[in-house]
């Protein structure tokens, strides 16, 4: 029956692509949106102890790049190369290599899409200036009390972050342009709470 192949199309589809999209739009996010320095810091006040030069690269990146070109690859070929998967052949009583049909790319690219379609909706909507949900206050997070705890000292940052991350003292980042943080966009809203 057909159970096999419809088996193979979501084992094949609906997980990896979805999962290394969301990854790397994550990845994305916390690295550039939210700021490798804020959650570098985040992550020492939770742990204690800050996290190294080579995963800040990492994060920033390694790892993006590694993730986008993965994903270019898996692109070209499903557009431009075979897609096949393994069928039974009764008469030589072996797996032989199929190419699927055409339609089956409209099936791929659905159940990849239901799953990742909604970060740029959301983000496109958000550029828009369109909310789906209330804005809620951000929730208490003990600082202080975590620096107090760990022991956690201002961090100085070294000449190596300043020129790879892009790090500055004034809690932006960038190395080519500034990218906006979650720490920027706070300022910003303190300050329009104090001029009302």
């Known amino acids: 029956g057909a159970g096999n192949y419809i088996f193979t199309i979501f084992d094949n589809f609906s997980a990896n692509i979805p999962l290394l999209v969301i990854a790397l739009f994550e990845c994305i996010g916390v690295a550039y949106f939210y700021g490798l320095q804020q959650f570098s810091e985040d992550i020492e006040l939770m742990t204690g102890s800050r996290p190294g030069l080579y995963l800040c690269i990492c994060?920033?990146?390694?790892?993006?790049?590694?993730?986008?070109?993965?994903l270019v690859a898996f692109v070209l070929k499903m557009f431009f190369g075979d897609v096949d998967y393994e069928a039974w052949d009764a008469a030589t009583?072996?797996?032989?290599?199929?190419?699927?049909?055409?339609?089956?790319?409209?099936?791929?690219?659905?159940?990849?899409?239901m799953s990742v379609m909604w970060?740029?909706?959301?983000?496109?909507?958000?550029?828009?200036?369109?909310?789906?949900?209330p804005?809620?206050?951000?929730?208490?997070?003990?600082?202080?009390?975590?620096?107090?705890?760990?022991?956690?000292?201002?961090?100085?940052?070294?000449?190596?972050?300043?020129?790879?991350?892009?790090?500055?003292?004034?809690?932006?980042?960038?190395?080519w342009w500034q990218t906006q943080t979650y720490r920027d966009r706070k300022k910003e809203e303190e300050e329009a709470e104090v001029m009302v």
Not at 59 to 65: E, H, Q, Y
Not at 139 to 167: A, C, K, M, Y
């Open 59 to 70: 994060w920033k990146i390694i790892s993006p790049a590694i993730m986008t070109a993965i």
């Open 93 to 113: 009583g072996s797996a032989v290599k199929q190419t699927w049909p055409w339609w089956t790319y409209i099936i791929i690219v659905v159940l990849i899409g």
């Open 119 to 133: 970060i740029p909706f959301i983000a496109l909507l958000e550029l828009c200036g369109i909310r789906l949900l």
């Open 135 to 175: 804005q809620e206050k951000p929730g208490w997070f003990p600082t202080e009390e975590l620096r107090e705890d760990n022991n956690v000292q201002p961090h100085e940052i070294s000449e190596v972050e300043r020129r790879v991350l892009g790090w500055r003292e004034d809690g932006k980042e960038g190395v």
